[in-house]
């Protein structure tokens, strides 16, 4: 556990236009709102001091600057985020600072003054080094923009880049995931995040989907995809530390670390989430109402959910047996597991192991996280009920 560990998140929700598979809060257009919303958040920043659910905590130990496209704001906006952050709550010397980019943001001059702001870790959207599979994902940058901007972060000085990449993509060619992890290689960042492409409600490629425009991956064709990720990824000398994470000795993303393993985060801006002492909440999510709210000295928040012991217990399951360390169970929750027939299976199987009362999957097990969650947390909740317990 790392509770005492405070991380801040800042939403720039600012985007040329909406990736056809994304659900996540942003808006195409309206640059002309960049500045009005850079203030409503260092308002917020100023707000959340005075707030009962945060206070005057600090100082953070990470800053991350999510999207959207973080790197479409002027620097000097991202700067004076940082510069209000530090002043209100304090940002640790030597804390991580990441910023996602989007390759047709990549600027040398840009890079340097986000660099020069404070930011030391840059994140890449690629996706794909393969043209095709970004036509396909409805991406507006080739592979030559992908690496131009990895290849200019190293030259202004990144010395932490993680690189995004997507697989199981409909209709992808089948060699064209293998060509992209062989340039990636070839590239050598420091971080590789791979996500399989999940469709989302609500999205073009959901619209799509439903109208039978859009296949769907198979689950075998899913498994086959992830195996050869982790592969060469793991042979190549990366660590699998998050089913969906890889990275260099000593780079791995600080801020999701403390995340996915109790640490405490302040969420800023438009639809962010913030979790502290058992609550989490979250912001609105459109932006007019989101900047008037803190205009008019108003709260931006959108709604917000105690964490009780069973909801707790919950993500530290899901959540740990994603990670490489799994999770730490408690006595209690030992002795139900080891009673469990469907969790004997599963350790006899040699796809978890158990020392001392930590619980782990094994290697490529990792693609079977949350159904091994799923089992566990049934087992233990079907044991509290055995006992006449709430």
């Not at 496209?69 to 991202?78: E, F, G, H, V, Y």
């Amino acid at each position: 556990m790392v509770a005492d560990r405070l991380g801040l998140y800042v939403h720039i929700p600012f985007c040329p236009q909406r990736c056809p598979y994304c659900a996540f809060a942003v808006v195409t257009g309206r640059m002309d709102m960049t500045e009005g919303y850079v203030q409503a958040v260092c308002d917020e920043l100023v707000w959340s001091a005075s707030s009962p659910s945060w206070g005057n905590r600090g100082p953070f130990d990470t800053v991350f600057f999510g999207g959207g496209t973080p790197s479409r704001l002027a620097p000097k906006l991202i700067a004076r985020i940082l510069e209000t952050a530090n002043r209100i709550h304090g940002i640790r010397q030597g804390a991580e600072i990441t910023l996602e980019a989007n390759p047709t943001t990549a600027d040398a001059q840009r890079f340097g003054e986000f660099r020069d702001a404070g930011v030391n870790r840059l994140s890449i959207g690629m996706q794909s080094l393969v043209d095709e599979t970004l036509l396909l994902l409805g991406r507006t940058h080739s592979a030559a923009d992908a690496i131009h901007a990895y290849s200019l972060a190293r030259q202004i000085g990144f010395r932490s880049v993680n690189c995004d990449l997507i697989f199981s993509v409909p209709a992808e060619p089948a060699a064209a995931l293998a060509t992209t992890i062989e340039q990636l290689l070839v590239l050598e960042p420091d971080h590789i995040s791979a996500y399989a492409l999940s469709v989302e409600k609500d999205t073009p490629f959901h619209r799509r989907r439903l109208q039978g425009d859009l296949p769907e991956v198979d689950e075998d064709d899913d498994a086959t995809q992830f195996a050869q990720v982790r592969q060469h990824l793991t042979r190549a000398g990366f660590e699998q530390y998050e089913i969906s994470n890889f990275s260099r000795p000593g780079h791995r993303c600080a801020h999701n670390w403390d995340c996915w393993t109790g640490g405490e985060y302040l969420g800023i801006g438009l639809s962010s989430h913030s979790f502290v002492e058992g609550e989490r909440w979250w912001n609105l999510s459109d932006l007019d109402r989101y900047c008037q709210a803190l205009q008019g000295g108003v709260s931006p928040r959108s709604g917000s959910e105690a964490i009780g012991p069973r909801k707790k217990r919950e993500e530290r399951i899901w959540l740990g047996l994603r990670t490489c360390e799994g999770v730490e169970l408690e006595a209690g929750e030992l002795a139900a597991m080891q009673s469990s027939t469907q969790m004997g299976i599963l350790l006899s199987s040699g796809r978890l192991t158990l020392e001392r009362q930590r619980l782990r999957l094994v290697g490529e097990n990792f693609a079977i996280a949350d159904a091994v969650a799923a089992t566990l947390i049934e087992t233990l909740e079907r044991d509290v009920a055995v006992a006449g317990c709430p």
